[in-house]
C-alpha cells in the first residue's frame, strides 16, 4: 500500500498533527501558515479508512444495483449507469471535469489550509477512499508541495468542487501522461511548476483514483471551513490589537473611564462586554491622561461604548469558532458510506453534507462583525485630527499645521478601507444561481463569501494601525508625552516608535502603515507580554 513515502529528505514529525484526533480551529492555522507537520493514518483512524473502502470495494464487485458517483454519473448524469470496471475512469473524469478555476492563484496558506481539512474529512472513514489517498495529501503538506488553486469558481456546493479538483490534478494520477495540463500546477521550494514534476521531486508517488475516490477528493467543503479558520485566527488577532488601539487612543484623547466600570458593564449580563471593558480597565491603569479637562462630563460614543461594540465581535468570534470547529471535524462527502453496525448492514447514503450554506453563513457574519471594528476606530483616529474633538491636540496632529498637513491624509485611507469594507460585506449567502440542469439548484456562494472575508479582515488590520499611528504620535503631541502612559499602553507606543519617529514635518507614511500593519499581523502588539495576550476568542472552538 502506497503511503506517500519519501524518497528524499526524512521529515521531522516531532510534535506531528494527529489526524485522528479532533481538528481545531488553530490546528489549521499551525499547519497551513508554521509548517506543523501532520502524522500519516494510523491505529483506529486507518481501520475506519479500510473500513469504509471495503464497503465500496463490495459494491463494485456486486454489479446489483445503481450506487451514485460509484456505478451512475454525477449531478444531472445522475441517471446515467456506469459499469463497475469503467469506476476508476469516472473517478479521475471528475476530477478533471472540475478542474475549471479561474482568477489568480490562492494564497498558499489557503490552499494549505484546505488540504489538511480534506485530509481530516476523509481520515473519519465515512468517504470509502483508500489510505493512500489520505496519506498522499499529509505528504503533500509536510514536504511541502502546495497545488496552484485559481481563487474562483466555486459555488459553494456541491462543496468547493473546482478548488478541490485543482489540487487533486497534482495528488493523483487522474489524467494520461499525454493530457496537456493534465496534473495541474504546483509550488515546490519556491518555484511553480507542474504538479507531476513537483511531486516527483518531492519524492512522493500518486495515485490514481479508484471507484468514488475522485468523488472524495473533490466533493466537501473544505475550502470554504478551513478558509473560516484562518479568517478567525486572524479575527483573533486583529481585535485584540484594536482593544491595544483603544486603550492608547483614550490616553491621547484624555477619555474617561467612568464607562468601563466594572458594575457598569456587567449590569449588561453580555460576557464580551464585560471582558473588553475588563482588558480596557486594566490597560488603563497607572494613566496620567485618561481624565480629561474640567466641564468634560461625557466621551463620544467611539471611546465610551468601544465594550459595547467590540464585545458583541468578540462574543460572535466564539460562536463561528464553534460552528467553524464542528465542521472541520464533519464528514461532508456525498454519498457517505457506513460499515456494519450490529443489526444494520452497511450502506451507502446519498446526503447533502458538502452543502457551505453554514460557512457561507458564518464567513458573511464575521466579515460583517469585523466592520464594526473599523468602523469605530476611524472614527477614533478623525478625533484625534480634529481640535474641536481632541481636547487640546494641535490640527492633523502636526506641531505647524498649516505648512505640514500632518496626519490629514492617513485618515483618508483609512475612510477608504472602511468604505470598501461596506461594500464587502453584503453577503453573498444571500445569492444563489442553478447548476447542473436544475438538479443543483441552490448554492451557498461560501467560497466568494471566504475571498470578501479576508479582505475585510485585512482593511480592518490597516484601519487599526491606522490607529495605532495616529494615537502614538497624539500622545508624543500632549505636554505630559510617553512618560504619562500606563505601563501596558507604554508598550504599544514604544512598538510603534520602534519603527515609526514621530512626525514633525511632513513625510510619507505609507510604508509606516504597512510595519504597523505586519506587525499587527504577526501578534507584536497581542503575542506574549502584552496584556491582551491571555485573551483567548476562539475558545468555544472545542463545542
Not at 464580551?272 to 488603563?284: E, P
Not at 480592518?460 to 500606563?486: F, M, N, Y
Request: charged share 20%; hydrophobic share 40%.
Amino acid at each position: 500500500m502506497n503511503r506517500g513515502t519519501s524518497r528524499g529528505a526524512a521529515v521531522d514529525r516531532a510534535g506531528a498533527l494527529d489526524l485522528g484526533g479532533r481538528l481545531g480551529v488553530r490546528d489549521v492555522a499551525e499547519v497551513a501558515r508554521r509548517r506543523r507537520q501532520v502524522a500519516p493514518l494510523s491505529g483506529a483512524c486507518l481501520e475506519r479508512v479500510e473500513t469504509s473502502r471495503a464497503v465500496v470495494e463490495g459494491v463494485l464487485e456486486s454489479d446489483d444495483r445503481p450506487v451514485y458517483g460509484i456505478t451512475t454519473g454525477y449531478g444531472a448524469l445522475a441517471g446515467v449507469r456506469i459499469r463497475p470496471e469503467d469506476s476508476s475512469r469516472l473517478s479521475c473524469n471528475v476530477i478533471l471535469k472540475c478542474a475549471v478555476g479561474v482568477g489568480d492563484p490562492m494564497p498558499e496558506d489557503w490552499t494549505r489550509a484546505m488540504l489538511l481539512a480534506r485530509a481530516r474529512s476523509l481520515s473519519l472513514g465515512c468517504s470509502g477512499v483508500r489510505p493512500v489517498i489520505v496519506d498522499t495529501l499529509v505528504e503533500m503538506l509536510n514536504r511541502g508541495v502546495t497545488p496552484v488553486v485559481p481563487q474562483k469558481g466555486s459555488l459553494g456546493a456541491s462543496g468547493d468542487l473546482a478548488p478541490l479538483a485543482h489540487a487533486a490534478l497534482v495528488a493523483t494520477r487522474a489524467a494520461d501522461e499525454g493530457i496537456p495540463g493534465g496534473s495541474g500546477e504546483a509550488w515546490w521550494r519556491g518555484e511553480r511548476m507542474s504538479g507531476a514534476r513537483a511531486m516527483r521531486e518531492a519524492g512522493i508517488e500518486r495515485p490514481v483514483p479508484l471507484g468514488k475516490e475522485g468523488l472524495g477528493l473533490t466533493n466537501g467543503s473544505a475550502f470554504m471551513t478551513s478558509a473560516a479558520a484562518l479568517a478567525l485566527c486572524d479575527s483573533e488577532t486583529v481585535l485584540r490589537a484594536a482593544v491595544v488601539a483603544t486603550a492608547l487612543s483614550f490616553e491621547a484623547l484624555r477619555g474617561r473611564t467612568a464607562a468601563l466600570d466594572e458594575r457598569l458593564n456587567a449590569a449588561s449580563v453580555q460576557s464580551g462586554q464585560m471582558t473588553v471593558a475588563a482588558y480596557l480597565r486594566d490597560m488603563l491603569q497607572g494613566s496620567r491622561l485618561i481624565e480629561p479637562p474640567p466641564g468634560i462630563t461625557q466621551d463620544a460614543y467611539s471611546l465610551r461604548c468601544t465594550p459595547q461594540v467590540l464585545g458583541p465581535v468578540a462574543d460572535m468570534l466564539g460562536y463561528l469558532a464553534s460552528r467553524v470547529g464542528r465542521t472541520l471535524n464533519a464528514a461532508n462527502d456525498n454519498p457517505l458510506v457506513f460499515p456494519a453496525d450490529g443489526d444494520r448492514p452497511a450502506s451507502i447514503v446519498q446526503g447533502g453534507n458538502f452543502h457551505g450554506a453554514g460557512p457561507a453563513l458564518w464567513l458573511d457574519t464575521l466579515g460583517i462583525a469585523m466592520c464594526e471594528v473599523a468602523s469605530i476606530s476611524d472614527r477614533r483616529s478623525f478625533r484625534m485630527l480634529t481640535p474641536e474633538l481632541s481636547r487640546g491636540l494641535p490640527s492633523m496632529l502636526s506641531p505647524d499645521p498649516g505648512l505640514n498637513g500632518g496626519m490629514m491624509s492617513v485618515q483618508y485611507t483609512g475612510a477608504a478601507l472602511v468604505s470598501d469594507n461596506k461594500t464587502l460585506a453584503s453577503p453573498d449567502s444571500v445569492d444563489s444561481i442553478p447548476t447542473s440542469a436544475n438538479q443543483e439548484d441552490h448554492v451557498s456562494m461560501g467560497a466568494n463569501a471566504a475571498r470578501r472575508c479576508r479582505e475585510i479582515i485585512s482593511n480592518v488590520r490597516t484601519v487599526v494601525a491606522i490607529e495605532l499611528l495616529l494615537a502614538a504620535q497624539g500622545v508624543w503631541l500632549r505636554p505630559a508625552g510617553p512618560e504619562s502612559l500606563s505601563p501596558a499602553t507604554r508598550m504599544a507606543y514604544d512598538a510603534v516608535r520602534a519603527q515609526c519617529p514621530p512626525l514633525e514635518t511632513d513625510r510619507p507614511l505609507a510604508a509606516e502603515i504597512d510595519t504597523i500593519d505586519r506587525m499587527i499581523a504577526s501578534g507584536e502588539f497581542t503575542g506574549p507580554g502584552s496584556p491582551v495576550a491571555d485573551w483567548d476568542l476562539l475558545a468555544d472552538a472545542a463545542d
